[in-house]
C-alpha cells in the first residue's frame, strides 16, 4: 500500500510538471493502438456487479432511491456460481468482436477487481472471493481479444465524492467528504488496474456530466494512465467534443453525427478513432423484465452502419446475477458471428466508403476495394454517384458473380437483377 501510494505520489509531480509545459502528444504505441482500434470494428461492452441481484438495471439504486446502506448488504450474497470468463470470451470471439470493455466499477462504487483501496470489492465483500477482471484478463490474452476497463466517474457510495452531482441523491448518503480525496482514491484504482492486470487496451471513462463543473483534474489523471501505460487509449463519455489526452471518441446510443438518442447535441465528431455504444435491448445492466431485444437484422445493421461512418460498435451483454449470458444476448452474438464469418472483411479492417451514409445503406473501403452494403432498397437498381474512377469488376461479394452496370454522367448505375432481400446484400467494387 505505501509503495503504491509512494509511486502514485512521484507519478503525479511529473506529470503536473510535464503538463504544465506540454500538451499531450501520443506515443508510437498510442498511435499503433488507435489504428488497431480503428480496424477493430467490433467489440463487448459488458455492464456487471452486484446490482445484477436486484436484476433492474444498473442504476437501480438511485432509480429506486434505495438506502444505500442496505444495497451494500447486496454484496453478502453475490456468488455467480456460473462466471466462466473463457466462456465468455470465447463468446465474443465467436461473434467476430476484438476487443471487450468491462465494467471495473460502477456509478454504485463496487469494485468488480480485487483492490486495495476499498474493501468494498468483489474479493473482499462477497463470498465468491474471485477477482474477475484478473480472469478476464487472462482469458482476453488466451484468446487473442483486448481488454478494456469502463471505470466510473460517479461515485454513490464514497461519502468523498462529495459536493454531490446530478444522480444518487436520495439514497439515504452523509452529505459530507473531501474531493481531493476522491480523487488520489481513483489515482490510486487506476494504477491498480494498469500495473496489475497486464496490458489494458484502453479506458472508458464515465459520469463526467454528473458534475460537469468540478475540478476532475483530468490532464492529470491522463497523463498518470499514460505513463502507465503508454498505449492505453483513453476514451471519455462525456458528450462533449474530447478532451486533450483523449484517445478515442465514443457515442453513446448513436452513430456519429447523430442525436437519436438525445446525448450527442454537443459531441461534435473529432479526428480520433470513433465508437458506438448500444444495447440488445433496452438496458446495460441485467432487467428481468426487460425482454425486448433487437433482431439479429437491427444489430447487423448497426455494426454495418458504424463502419460506414467511420466507428466501432461496442454492443453491450448485462450478465445474470450468475454469471451467465441471458439466452437472448446468445443467440443474436451466435447469429451475427454467422453473419461475421462471411461478411467480416467488409467490415473489419475498412474506414468509411467514399458515399456517405444513405437512406438505402453505406459504403466501407479497403485498399482499391469499395464494399457496398445495401440494407434497405425496394428496386432492382441503384446509382452510386461516383463519377470520378474506373471501374475494373462489381461483383456480388456473397459469390462473387458479376453485376451488371453502366456509367452515366450521375455515376455508376448498378443492376441488380432483383430487389435485394438479405439481411446485408454486399456488392464489392475493384477500382483500376
Not at 438495471?57 to 438506502?67: A, F, I, P, Q
Not at 487506476?190 to 492486470?197: I, R
Not at 456473397?398 to 452515366?408: E, L, Q
Amino acid at each position: 500500500m505505501k509503495n503504491t501510494l509512494f509511486i502514485i505520489t512521484l507519478l503525479l509531480l511529473s506529470s503536473s510538471i510535464c503538463s504544465a509545459q506540454n500538451k499531450y502528444i501520443p506515443s508510437k504505441e498510442n498511435l499503433e493502438n488507435r489504428e488497431w482500434f480503428r480496424d477493430a470494428k467490433f467489440g463487448m461492452f459488458i455492464h456487471w456487479g452486484i446490482y445484477s441481484m436486484l436484476a433492474d438495471g444498473e442504476w437501480v439504486l438511485t432509480n429506486k432511491s434505495l438506502n444505500e446502506e442496505e444495497y451494500q448488504k447486496l454484496a453478502d450474497g453475490f456468488y455467480p456460481s456460473k462466471f466462466n470468463a473463457d466462456e465468455w470470451v470465447r463468446i465474443a470471439k465467436n461473434a467476430g468482436m476484438k476487443y471487450i470493455c468491462f465494467t471495473s466499477r460502477h456509478h454504485d462504487g463496487f469494485s468488480m477487481f480485487d483492490t486495495k483501496q476499498s474493501d468494498y470489492n468483489i474479493v473482499k465483500a462477497t463470498p465468491f472471493k474471485r477477482d474477475v477482471i484478473k480472469e478476464l484478463a487472462e482469458a482476453c490474452q488466451k484468446h487473442g481479444l483486448k481488454l478494456f476497463l469502463y471505470y466510473s466517474h460517479i461515485d454513490w457510495h464514497r461519502p468523498d465524492y462529495y459536493p454531490w452531482g446530478r444522480t444518487g441523491r436520495n439514497t439515504g448518503r452523509t452529505p459530507s467528504g473531501t474531493w481531493e480525496d476522491y480523487l488520489k482514491f481513483m489515482d490510486a484504482q487506476l494504477t491498480e488496474l494498469l500495473t496489475n492486470y497486464g496490458p489494458i487496451g484502453g479506458i472508458w471513462f464515465d459520469g463526467w456530466w454528473d458534475k460537469p463543473n468540478a475540478d476532475w483534474q483530468l490532464e492529470r489523471q491522463y497523463t498518470l494512465i499514460h505513463r502507465l501505460q503508454p498505449g492505453c487509449l483513453i476514451g471519455n463519455n462525456h458528450h462533449k467534443a474530447p478532451f486533450d489526452g483523449e484517445d478515442f471518441q465514443m457515442f453513446e446510443r448513436d452513430l456519429p453525427g447523430q442525436n437519436k438518442a438525445g446525448y450527442s447535441a454537443d459531441a461534435e465528431i473529432s479526428a480520433l478513432p470513433l465508437e458506438s455504444c448500444e444495447t440488445m435491448n433496452n438496458t446495460w445492466g441485467y432487467n428481468i423484465n426487460d425482454r425486448n431485444f433487437k433482431s439479429t437484422k437491427q444489430l447487423i445493421h448497426t455494426l454495418v452502419g458504424a463502419a460506414g461512418n467511420n466507428a466501432n460498435l461496442l454492443l453491450n451483454v448485462g450478465p445474470r446475477p450468475g454469471g451467465d449470458f441471458p439466452e437472448g444476448s446468445v443467440i443474436h452474438l451466435k447469429e451475427i458471428g454467422e453473419w461475421m464469418r462471411v461478411y467480416g472483411e467488409t467490415v473489419q479492417g475498412t474506414r468509411a466508403g467514399i458515399i456517405p451514409h444513405q437512406e438505402w445503406g453505406v459504403t466501407t473501403q479497403k485498399g482499391n476495394k469499395l464494399y457496398v452494403h445495401i440494407l434497405n432498397l425496394n428496386k432492382d437498381q441503384l446509382l452510386l454517384p461516383i463519377t470520378n474512377k474506373k471501374v475494373k469488376a462489381i461483383v456480388h461479394f456473397k459469390d462473387k458473380t458479376p453485376v451488371k452496370y453502366t456509367k452515366t454522367k450521375e455515376g455508376i448505375l448498378l443492376q441488380l437483377g432483383q430487389v435485394p432481400t438479405d439481411i446485408d446484400h454486399v456488392l464489392e467494387i475493384t477500382w483500376k
